[in-house]
């Protein structure tokens, strides 16, 4: 079960959010990094949580390294995702990584593991949070 602290926000509540930033942490998927039609690089994460199993929501993370971003090592997975912008296109709500504001960090979601991080952004700070 995903656990929410203050300051994150479930899928669900995502709607309301519209052109604000938010904090995210949710079980992901990904897809292959690949050339944005910038300059950048993108990857596309499809995350779930308890509020929305269906359908996925997506997350485009833009970085202008390959190697900057986020390489998920299996399927439930957890990445925290800060200062994401949300956007709405047509009836679809999804959010946005930008490359000069947001970070990430990536844990193993093996249970056993003690949430262990393996990949994050140089930027990014893991601060004690309330767990509700």
Not at 104 to 117: E, K, Q, S, V, W
Request: glycine share 4%.
């Amino acid at each position: 079960m995903t656990k929410y602290s203050a300051g994150h926000r479930s899928i669900k509540e995502t709607s309301e959010f519209v052109n604000r930033k938010v904090n995210l942490r949710c079980v992901v998927e990904s897809s292959f990094p690949r050339k944005s039609r910038g300059t950048d690089y993108v990857s596309i994460l499809k995350i779930v949580d308890d509020s929305q199993q269906c359908p996925e929501f997506l997350v485009n993370i833009f970085n202008q390294k390959i190697d900057d971003l986020p390489r998920v090592r299996s399927h439930g997975d957890l990445i925290f995702l800060t200062n994401v912008t949300i956007r709405k296109h047509e009836e679809c709500i999804s959010a946005v990584f930008y490359k000069d504001s947001s970070s990430f960090a990536l844990f193993d979601g093996n249970l056993n593991n003690d949430f262990h991080c393996y990949q994050a952004t140089r930027d990014f700070i893991l601060r004690k949070m309330k767990i509700i």
